[in-house]
C-alpha cells in the first residue's frame, strides 16, 4: 500500500475484533514514531503500549458513556506530553501538533497492516493516568484504540456509528476551508 492509499483507507472504525499483538508490531510502531518530525527536534511525545488484558480491562472502566465499542481493544496505546516538551513560540504550544503527526505516522502504518487503528478522546484523564502511573503535569492527549475491523456491526454502537461503519461521516466542504494565496481567496468555487 502507498501513503495515499492509507490516507484513503484509513477509516475510525468501531466494530472490532481481536487480533494478536507482537512485539515486532509494539517496535515497528515505536521506531515509526520515532522519527516524526517536531519543532526544534523537540520529540515531545510518550507512548505506552497497553496489551495485558487486566490493564486494559481497568484502562475500560475510564471510557466515556459513547465509547463502549472500545471494550473490544486488542491494544490501546497511550499517548501523553506537556507543553514544556516541545517549542512554545509566543501563544504557540507545539507539543499537540508534534505529537499527533507522530500519532499519525503509527495510525497510517497500522491501517497498511489492515488494522483500525482509532484515535479517541472520550475517556477520565485524570482516572486514566492514575491507572497508567503517568506523572501529574502530564497530558493524557489521545487513546488510540488497536483491533482488527469486523465486519459484524458491535450491538453497541449508536445509529449514527453504526452508519459510520458503512460510509466515512460527511466532510467540510473543501471551498470552506482551502484558500489561494490569502485568506478568503478561495480555491475552490
Ligand atoms: C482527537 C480525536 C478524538 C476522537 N474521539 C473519539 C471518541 O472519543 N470516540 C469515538 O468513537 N470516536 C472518536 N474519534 C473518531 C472521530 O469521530 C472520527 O475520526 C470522525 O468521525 C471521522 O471519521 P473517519 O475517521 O472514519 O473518517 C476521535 C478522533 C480524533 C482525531
Known amino acids: 500500500m502507498n501513503v495515499i492509499e492509507a490516507i484513503r483507507k484509513r477509516r475510525a472504525y468501531r466494530s472490532l475484533d481481536p487480533v494478536e499483538i507482537s512485539d515486532d508490531l509494539i517496535r515497528e510502531f515505536a521506531e515509526l514514531v520515532q522519527i516524526s518530525p517536531s519543532c526544534a527536534n523537540q520529540q515531545p511525545w510518550n507512548f505506552i503500549f497497553i496489551k495485558e488484558k487486566e490493564q486494559l480491562n481497568r484502562l475500560f472502566t475510564v471510557l466515556s458513556?459513547?465509547?463502549?465499542?472500545?471494550?473490544?481493544?486488542?491494544?490501546?496505546?497511550?499517548?501523553?506530553?506537556?507543553?514544556?516538551?516541545?517549542?512554545?513560540?509566543?501563544?504557540?504550544?507545539?507539543?499537540?501538533?508534534?505529537?499527533g503527526m507522530a500519532t499519525t505516522m503509527l495510525i497510517l502504518r497500522g491501517t497498511e497492516l489492515g488494522l483500525v487503528a482509532h484515535p479517541i478522546a472520550?475517556?477520565?484523564?485524570e482516572k486514566a493516568k492514575e491507572i497508567l502511573e503517568i506523572p501529574d503535569e502530564m497530558r493524557l492527549i489521545t487513546l488510540v484504540?488497536?483491533?482488527?475491523h469486523s465486519k459484524e456491526i458491535n450491538p453497541?454502537?449508536?445509529?449514527?456509528?453504526?452508519l459510520g461503519e458503512k460510509e466515512r461521516p460527511p466532510r467540510k466542504k473543501l471551498e470552506d476551508f482551502v484558500y489561494l494565496n490569502k485568506h478568503g481567496n478561495k480555491f475552490y468555487e
Open 122 to 125: 472520550g475517556f477520565k484523564e
Open 145 to 148: 484504540i488497536i483491533g482488527k
Open 156 to 162: 453497541v454502537l449508536s445509529d449514527a456509528m453504526k
Open 65 to 99: 458513556k459513547g465509547n463502549k465499542w472500545v471494550e473490544k481493544a486488542s491494544m490501546i496505546i497511550a499517548i501523553f506530553s506537556k507543553p514544556e516538551n516541545d517549542c512554545i513560540i509566543g501563544e504557540r504550544y507545539y507539543y499537540l501538533f508534534d505529537t
